[in-house]
């Protein structure tokens, strides 16, 4: 496999042959042409051995892929074949709803921590998970080894709450505050504004013929 790091565009797409991979598995499918993928995930056979390419070689002319080799190996490359300890800051509507949502624990995610500012919520346990004060961050994120930081908190408390986070060791923000926060180089964050997503789709009503 090549050193050279992977587009972010291209990680995308090698979940999604993950998904479709472990379907076939199951279904005890054990080859899978790059058409065949492709045509399962509406890509083109091309795109699909340029972004497999990037995980290593697989596949013989003719033969196809070997869905189990290509099933661990993509495992690999992607960082699912480790649990990944998660911890939601803001335990408002989107925060409660993300630490309730049963799907993140069949992609070895586990929600470990909770936190929020607000006295009443603190103490309360939301799916085993008890909301802690935002100032016991830096103990808790250390001792349950958390690496992936979810910031679920307005747009004005979302920086605070990155800086928290980075020195408490986290490597990885999901960051849904409507707000660019700043983090370290080493720090990878990656932003989701639902409003403006949702927003995006007016041009499409706007211009639909």
């Not at 992609?107 to 919520?121: G, I, Q, R, T």
């Not at 997503?197 to 499409?204: A, G």
Request: proline share 2%.
């Amino acid at each position: 496999m090549s050193n050279k790091k992977i587009p972010e565009s291209t990680v995308s797409r090698l979940f999604l042959y993950l998904r479709e991979i472990v379907v076939l598995c199951g279904m005890n499918i054990r080859t899978i042409s790059s058409a065949e993928l492709g045509e399962r995930v509406n890509l083109s056979d091309v795109q699909v051995r340029k972004d497999l390419g990037h995980v290593g070689q697989f596949g013989t002319s003719g033969a196809g892929y070997d869905t189990e080799e290509l099933k661990t190996a993509l495992e690999k490359i992607l960082g699912k074949n480790k649990v990944w300890n998660v911890a939601v800051v803001g335990a408002g509507h989107l925060g409660s709803a993300l630490l309730t949502y049963p799907g993140f624990k069949t992609h070895n995610l586990n929600m470990v921590a909770a936190f929020d500012s607000e006295d009443k919520k603190i103490g309360k346990k939301i799916s085993n998970v008890t909301i802690q004060n935002i100032s016991e961050i830096l103990k808790n994120i250390k001792d349950k080894k958390v690496t992936i930081g979810v910031v679920a908190v307005p747009a004005e408390s979302a920086q605070g709450v990155a800086d928290k986070l980075v020195s408490s060791g986290v490597e990885c923000i999901l960051n849904f505050a409507p707000a660019s926060i700043s983090v370290p180089e080493n720090v990878k964050i990656k932003n989701v504004d639902l409003s403006r997503e949702l927003e995006t789709l007016s041009y499409f009503l706007a211009n639909k013929r």
